[in-house]
């Protein structure tokens, strides 16, 4: 396994780990989550309850959540295409 697989699942298990803090916030704030269905609709919930928030320190939590999320499935999609290009 060279450095770009290795880099491809820590990126893999840094966007679990988000996607597994957005769900654990949502069913803290009452809202119906499914362990493995429902992704998009747990994402659009999120964003909601981010823009909903009125404490700013909490939401600032909440936005960089978000923000892990989105860089960490950006660099799973970089390091898919260049170990690609590497095989091909």
């Known amino acids: 396994m060279g ?3 290795f880099a491809l699942i820590i990126t ?3 966007a679990l780990y988000n996607l597994q ?3 654990i916030i949502l069913k803290g704030k ?3 989550v499914d362990i493995f269905k ?3 609709n747990d994402y659009r919930q999120f964003k909601g309850l981010i823009l909903n928030e009125p404490d700013q ?3 600032i939590k909440y936005q960089k959540i978000l923000n892990g999320l989105h860089f960490s499935l ?3 999609v970089l390091f ?3 170990i690609l290009r590497v095989r091909l």
Do not use: N
Request: charged share 15%.
């Open 3 to 5: 450095l770009l697989e």
């Open 12 to 14: 893999v298990i840094i």
């Open 21 to 23: 803090q957005i769900k």
């Open 30 to 32: 009452g809202y119906t």
């Open 38 to 40: 429902g992704l998009f």
């Open 57 to 59: 320190k909490v939401k």
């Open 74 to 76: 950006f660099g799973f």
């Open 80 to 82: 898919s295409i260049m």
